[in-house]
């Protein structure tokens, strides 16, 4: 924040009159000093300074077909895609609507029961290996999508098949070929996976129109509007938001409360999501599902790549009005909320028990083990690269260990692990501290580490379906880092 608060800050059409006025003063032979302006902190949320904001056409929100887990099948393929307002681009797809011929970017939002099974089949039609990864499962390793598995076009279909063992999340899926996995999920390949359970409090929405999945991710067009990957060691930066694929959205609600399943489907970019208006989220669950309390948040949720979070948001005072949400980090606007007129509905939030969720606390036996992972340069944990069928930790199956995850720079390094979800116990050096923040407790498989900052966490690999002596990933999900080699392979013995 500015510590000179208004009279200091300078609108955007301002600052180009000071800048304009600076070059002449310079042409004339005067000084940049004989301006006692200083610069104004960038500030996202003022980024607009006193511009009138030119008139934006939204386009309504996408939202993938919803199809059942079990016996389902995917074509990863490439395809055109409508972004909005005929907004077309060419992408890589899985599926295209069989009406339409459109491609589906997001994919499909997949959904089964804890219990239940899912039997997917890939098919690659793509002009390049591929091999796709279930984020968050908890899954034996042949059915994990590890990069050897990888295969071309023409080439026997992959069949998937395995129980679902953990509790309801929002958990997603996309490409792991190893040095291609920032290519393919850039140019679309990425989708919801649901897992539904008993546990879940039955006020809660579960599909639409109250419960809305949201991947949020940046985009870059080359000039005929089709999306462009540019391969950067430091990772690609998109200039567009995208939502469930769409260019400006906006997204129709009543004065009712709404469920927003929320994935950071981006390739290397942190969001600092808020809304607009002082509205706040009621933040319920993350990557590994419900959290034990509701937790209020009005000034913004940090995520990285691959993180999720599970958001009510309640429109119910807002009939007739637009709330925004935002992305602090850039002051982007990424989807515009129309409250309809009429009558509020119910208020769920009461009704919610005041324990959402039991989680087990993991606690670290005496003489645990801990381990160290630095995030190294751009391509390196502990000094190494990643090679394909190298073990490089051998992690004992049911035990609780302690694993410490450092860098030095080049982050973000948002870091996941593949088999298990972990428990956040800390952070130091960086944002906040020691404590985690509210959307890191309970369970995760991904977490945010950024210049400088330690993140300790507890991780158990303890269910029967994880296959002994096969190896299992963990790695930076900066997708530019990841293909670099920021990756490594850890056997369960
Ligand atoms: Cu979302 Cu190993 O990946
Ligand atoms: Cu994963
Ligand atoms: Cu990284």
Redesign the pocket.
């Known amino acids: 924040m500015s510590k000179h608060p208004d009279s200091r800050r300078v609108s955007r059409r301002d600052f180009v009159r000071y800048s304009a006025a600076s070059a002449s003063a310079l042409a004339a032979g005067g000084l940049l000093a004989s301006c006692d302006e200083k610069p104004v902190p960038f500030d996202p949320l003022f980024a607009k300074g006193g511009r009138k904001p030119k008139p934006t056409n939204r386009n309504p929100l996408k939202i993938p077909p919803t199809e059942s887990a079990d016996g389902y099948v995917l074509n990863a393929m490439p395809a055109s895609v409508n972004l909005g307002g005929d907004h077309w681009s060419n992408a890589w797809t899985y599926n295209v609507d069989p009406q339409t011929n459109e491609g589906f970017l997001p994919g499909p939002t997949l959904e089964a029961r804890r219990d239940g099974w899912a039997n997917l089949t890939l098919y690659n039609h793509l002009p390049d290996e591929t091999i796709t990864?279930w984020?968050g499962m908890i899954i034996d390793q042949p059915n994990d999508g590890h990069p050897q598995y990888a295969f071309r076009a023409g080439e026997d279909p992959k069949r998937y098949s395995f129980k679902i063992v953990q509790r309801a999340c929002l958990n997603?899926y996309?490409p792991?070929p190893h040095g291609r996995t920032g290519e393919q999920v850039n140019l679309g390949l990425a989708g919801a996976f649901i897992i539904r359970d008993d546990e879940e409090p039955d006020v809660l929405p579960a599909g639409p129109p109250y419960e809305v999945p949201l991947i949020i991710r940046d985009a870059k067009f080359d000039k005929s509007g089709n999306l462009r990957f540019q391969t950067k060691r430091s990772g690609f930066e998109g200039d567009t938001p995208l939502v469930n694929g769409t260019v400006n959205p906006t997204l129709a609600v009543e004065p009712a409360v709404y469920r927003f399943r929320v994935l950071n489907g981006a390739n290397g970019r942190n969001f600092r999501f808020a809304l607009d208006q002082g509205v706040p989220f009621h933040l319920i669950g993350n990557d590994g599902g419900l959290l034990e309390e509701v937790v209020t948040v009005t000034d913004g949720i940090d995520t990285s790549p691959?993180e999720r979070l599970d958001l009510l948001v309640d429109f119910r005072t807002l009939g007739g009005g637009t709330v925004m949400l935002k992305d602090l980090r850039t002051g982007w606007d990424l989807l515009e909320f129309v409250v309809s007129n009429g009558d509020p509905g119910a208020d769920i939030l009461p009704l919610l028990p005041s324990r959402l969720s039991e989680i087990e606390k993991l606690v670290l036996p005496a003489g645990g083990v801990t381990r160290e992972f630095a995030f190294e340069g751009m391509s390196r944990i502990n000094g190494r690269e990643f090679e394909m069928l190298r073990p490089d930790v051998d992690v004992p199956f049911g035990t609780v260990e302690r694993w410490i995850f450092t860098t030095k720079g080049n982050a973000p390094h948002p870091v996941?692990v593949?088999a298990s979800p972990f428990q956040v116990q800390r952070r130091t050096g960086g944002r906040g501290g020691p404590a985690p923040f509210p959307w890191e407790t309970g369970w995760k498989d991904s977490v945010l580490l950024e210049d400088g900052e330690t993140v300790e966490v507890l991780v158990r690999f303890d269910n029967p379906v994880l296959t002994k002596e096969a190896l299992y990933?963990m790695?930076c999900?900066k997708l530019s880092h990841e293909d670099a080699g920021m990756m490594l392979n850890f056997r369960l013995v």
């Open positions: 990864h984020h997603w996309h792991h691959a996941h593949h990933l790695h999900h």
